[in-house]
């Protein structure tokens, strides 16, 4: 049976709470267990609207996003694989099959740069379509050098096929209050939910925690054993800590790659890492907008003070860390 | 030779001749060699902290430049180990060395300047080593210091293996070394059979690369050892 799931992704608002670093697979429910949501055969085919959109016509919207495919298709360690199957006249957000790509007038989502909506079989957890749609209400550019006043459709694509992958939010990115919102003062992934801002197009590319997801979902012939992962418990006063962010940074490389504690005795598990020590850093989900990274199953618990790990701690090759346990302490 | 650099010469001397008596007793020979061919040695190394470098945890600011999230300061601690040698004379002043070693140190991570406030710690993790090298050594024969002793100078390379803390991951990487030391002749022929004991003292600079970290890092380590010749 096949159920439409639909997923609206708040992305790139400029004015999203704080957000925090990890990538997250996406997950929906079967029976009872939380399966990945991935697709299950490549070529992974699109098509784009015909009309184009404000400022874009169809054949640069074609291109902008053919190179945002693209940059995907490059991670070395990821076996994914895209295909444009033309023009269409069908919209995005159409349940018919179609992975279609476009423009929608949506001035009511007026944080709302894009989104990508998903169509998943509730039986196998398998991608069948995923939608994306640029929001005409912005002004758009697919210049190559960027465009003052227009927001980047190369940089929002690359984003947004990151959600048609099946990756969630990541948020290796700081933010600070800027007027009734927030605004971005850094981000080091491009599944961060919140963009720089028009003209900018320093998201073209991926980073190491983009690239750690995307090969965690579609690995390539060897890549799990060459590389490692990090796993363990969050908790505070002896208790699992439910929400908090952990982040590996490995400081022969310097690459950032994070996840969320996910169950409510703390546990979580950082995937795709290079093999080697890695220092761990915990922080709270304390102004966030919880419900754009994860669902909440568990009291969120954000009253504990950023810190890091005592223990260097080793990803092996093809392995796991073992299950460590990380104390935070109250604020 | 100016007064003061004999004075301070002569005191080195000294000290080198005073260790080798507290480390070995018994009746001192001179540093002439007989026709040993062999020879075969254990002791101890001490290798001093190696610096892996400062890395910033960077994200990227509106504008391109980078965000220092946190700064990570990395140490390979001082190592203190035991090795065991095996030599052969291939001249009068020419050794060549085969040499395994075992030790342990940690790796240790400052972590600091945290971008919100996060207690600057290091955090650390125990890694053990083994080292297999071959070595060439000349004895500088023409040299003495004191009645006993017989500098040398150094150079060698090996393989370099590093177990990560529960033994989950292992680097291996290379390893060369220079330097130079002495050879104090202690006893000649002590049970009959044996040619020559004595102790040797060395310095050298150490260059790794592989445990840890790719880059070739350098440190500095010094060996005592007691050795046999026959």
Do not use: C
């Not at chain 1, 929001?135 to 940089?155: H, I, K």
């Not at chain 2, 000349?138 to 040398?152: D, S, Y």
Request: proline share 4%; aromatic share 8%.
């Amino acid at each position: 049976m096949r159920v439409a799931w639909a997923a609206l992704f708040l992305t790139m608002s400029l004015l999203m709470a704080r957000p925090v670093s990890a990538y997250l697979k996406f997950g929906s429910s079967v029976n009872g267990q939380v399966v990945t949501v991935k697709w299950s055969g490549f070529p992974v085919r699109y098509f784009v609207n015909d009309r184009g959109g404000p400022g874009v016509g169809a054949n640069a919207l074609a291109d902008a996003v053919g190179r945002a495919f693209g940059t995907w298709e490059a991670v070395p360690s990821a076996a994914i694989r895209y295909q444009f199957g033309g023009f269409t006249a069908a919209m995005p957000g159409d349940d018919d099959g179609r992975t279609t790509i476009g423009f929608l007038a949506a001035p009511e989502l007026e944080r709302v740069l894009a989104s990508t909506s998903l169509l998943i079989d509730d039986v196998t957890g398998e991608l069948l379509e995923a939608d994306i749609f640029f929001n005409s209400a912005f002004p758009w550019s697919t210049s190559a050098g960027g465009e003052s006043g227009r927001f980047d459709v190369e940089t929002i694509a690359l984003h947004e096929i990151g959600h048609l992958n099946g990756l969630g939010h990541s948020a290796i990115g700081e933010t600070e209050v800027s007027g009734s919102g927030r605004s971005v003062i850094a981000a080091e992934a491009a599944m961060f939910p919140l963009a720089f801002g028009p003209g900018n197009v320093l998201h073209r590319s991926l980073r190491p925690d983009d690239i750690a997801g995307v090969s965690d979902l579609y690995p390539v012939a060897g890549f799990e054993d060459a590389s490692g992962s990090i796993s363990g418990r969050v908790t505070k006063n002896g208790t699992g800590l439910f929400g908090a962010h952990v982040v590996a940074f490995n400081p022969a490389t310097g690459a950032l790659i994070g996840n969320f504690a996910l169950t409510p005795d703390g546990d979580f598990s950082i995937a795709g890492l290079t093999p080697g020590p890695h220092v761990l850093r915990i922080e709270p989900l304390d102004d966030a907008d919880v419900d754009s990274f994860f669902e909440v199953t568990a009291p969120l618990d954000v009253d504990f003070r950023v810190s890091f790990h005592d223990k260097v701690v080793v990803a092996p090759r093809g392995g796991d860390s073992g299950s460590i346990v990380v104390r935070v302490q109250p604020k | 030779m100016s007064a003061s650099l004999r004075r301070f010469a002569r005191r080195w001397q000294r000290t080198v001749i005073g260790t080798a008596a507290v480390l070995l007793t018994g009746a001192t020979v001179d540093a002439q060699t007989g026709g040993e061919r062999f020879e075969v040695g254990a002791g101890m190394r001490f290798v001093g902290p190696e610096p892996l470098g400062r890395v910033d945890a960077n994200e990227t600011n509106p504008g391109g430049g980078a965000f220092r999230l946190f700064t990570a300061e990395s140490t390979l601690d001082s190592l203190l180990g035991v090795e065991a040698r095996l030599g052969v004379r291939v001249s009068s002043a020419l050794h060549l060395e085969a040499t395994g070693s075992y030790g342990s140190s940690d790796l240790k991570v400052k972590l600091s300047a945290d971008a919100e406030n996060a207690a600057a710690i290091t955090a650390t993790e125990r890694i053990s080593q083994y080292t297999v090298e071959g070595a060439a050594v000349i004895e500088l024969t023409r040299w003495h210091v004191g009645a006993h002793g017989t500098p040398f100078i150094a150079a060698g390379a090996g393989y370099v293996r590093a177990l990560h803390e529960d033994r989950i991951l292992v680097d291996e990487g290379a390893l060369w070394h220079a330097g130079g030391g002495v050879n104090l002749m202690l006893r000649a022929n002590p049970d009959g059979r044996l040619g020559m004991v004595g102790i040797r003292l060395d310095a050298r600079a150490l260059f790794q690369r592989g445990v840890v970290s790719d880059g070739v890092h350098a440190s500095p380590a010094f060996g005592v050892s007691a050795f046999v010749r026959f």
